[in-house]
């Protein structure tokens, strides 16, 4: 069992930036950050496969940078030029063993998510 705490969330305006952190009870090899808004369906945004092998989403690419620190189990996702859409409830997943992906299905485990609200 992994147990998976985010935390940085909060409301930023336009443009601005936040720093997510997704504190891990134990190393897993695959690490990832969903969203999700109401209404929709969770969305993958960006994954990291130990140090390097990162993914994105399109809507994301350029201005998240995902990364990991694996001597303290924690996961990182740094947000800039933020947009309105980037809102919603963003949550960390792990899996041990699958390759990750931008798929939820690629996931055993999830935190309980932090809220990000941008305002235009």
């Known amino acids: 069992q992994v147990q998976l705490v985010e935390s940085g969330g909060g409301s930023v305006q336009a443009g601005g930036s936040l720093r997510l952190s997704c504190a891990a009870s134990t190393y897993t090899y695959s690490m990832g950050w969903f969203r999700q808004t109401p209404g929709k369906p969770r969305e993958g945004v960006a994954t990291?496969?130990?140090?390097?092998?990162?993914g994105y989403a399109d809507s994301v690419k350029g201005r998240f940078t995902i990364s990991r620190d694996n001597a303290k189990n924690t996961l990182y996702l740094q947000m800039n030029s933020l947009k309105p859409e980037d809102s919603g409830m963003y949550y960390c997943?792990?899996?041990?063993?699958?390759?990750?992906?931008?798929?939820?299905?690629?996931?055993?485990?999830w935190g309980q998510g932090t809220q990000v609200t941008v305002s235009s």
């Open positions: 990291i496969a130990s140090i390097s092998n990162t």
């Open positions: 997943a792990a899996d041990p063993v699958r390759w990750p992906t931008l798929r939820v299905g690629s996931y055993q485990y």
